[in-house]
């Protein structure tokens, strides 16, 4: 007995067209030659046997394996790429603010030498003295005027000016008016 190989549906020897093969009747060897079937050209219905059975086609499947690797493939490269970008664009953020700081203090910088620049001026620094600090050249009377509008009228002989109310004085002065005229 020999042993055959099946195809790989698992319905018999595989068989190619034009092939030949040996079957073995008993005792005797008989050399049979295969030949390919020719393929159907149209489709034959079955009118005078009853209705036609329908079948299904198989629906092709959404996704292939390939397909999907490279989605996974895809999605792990998007995912390994995240947190790189979201330190990147930290980073750049927090480098325009360090610059932004940086011409901030440029800027206060040029204007404090300006202003020692000034201060250097032996005529600033006088008018300076004189404005804050009242001194005066030698000989000079300083003359300083302050503002005391009550000692202005006792000298002027009359009596200083009442302070206007405030307003939740006058407030209280009318609801205590009103009380004093209620008959109750």
């Known amino acids: 007995?020999?042993?055959?190989?099946?195809?790989?549906?698992?319905?018999?020897?595989?068989?190619?067209?034009?092939?030949?093969?040996?079957?073995?009747?008993?005792?005797?060897?008989?050399?049979?030659?295969?030949?390919?079937?020719?393929?159907?050209?149209?489709?034959?219905?079955?009118?005078?046997?009853?209705?036609?059975?329908?079948?299904?086609?198989?629906?092709?499947?959404?996704?292939?394996?390939?397909?999907?690797?490279?989605?996974?493939?895809?999605?792990?490269?998007?995912?390994?790429?995240?947190?790189?970008?979201?330190?990147?664009?930290?980073?750049?953020?927090?480098?325009?603010?360090?610059?932004?700081d940086q011409a901030a203090q440029k800027k206060v910088i040029a204007e404090k030498s300006a202003e020692l620049q000034k201060w250097k001026d032996p005529e600033y620094l006088r008018a300076q003295a004189r404005e804050k600090l009242f001194y005066v050249k030698p000989g000079e009377t300083p003359l300083l005027v302050y503002n005391d509008p009550g000692a202005a009228a006792r000298e002027a002989g009359k009596a200083p000016a009442a302070a206007p109310d405030r307003w939740y004085d006058t407030l209280w002065n009318s609801v205590r008016a009103a009380d004093a005229e209620s008959p109750n």
Do not use: D, W
């Not at 009853?50 to 394996?65: D, F, S, V, W, Y």
């Open 1 to 100: 007995m020999t042993t055959q190989r099946r195809a790989p549906s698992g319905q018999g020897p595989a068989r190619r067209p034009g092939s030949s093969r040996v079957r073995t009747t008993g005792s005797t060897r008989v050399a049979t030659r295969t030949r390919a079937r020719p393929a159907p050209t149209r489709r034959t219905v079955n009118v005078g046997s009853g209705p036609a059975k329908r079948t299904t086609a198989t629906r092709p499947r959404a996704l292939t394996g390939r397909a999907t690797v490279l989605i996974v493939v895809f999605v792990a490269l998007a995912l390994a790429y995240t947190y790189p970008l979201r330190v990147y664009l930290a980073q750049e953020s927090q480098i325009a603010q360090l610059e932004a």
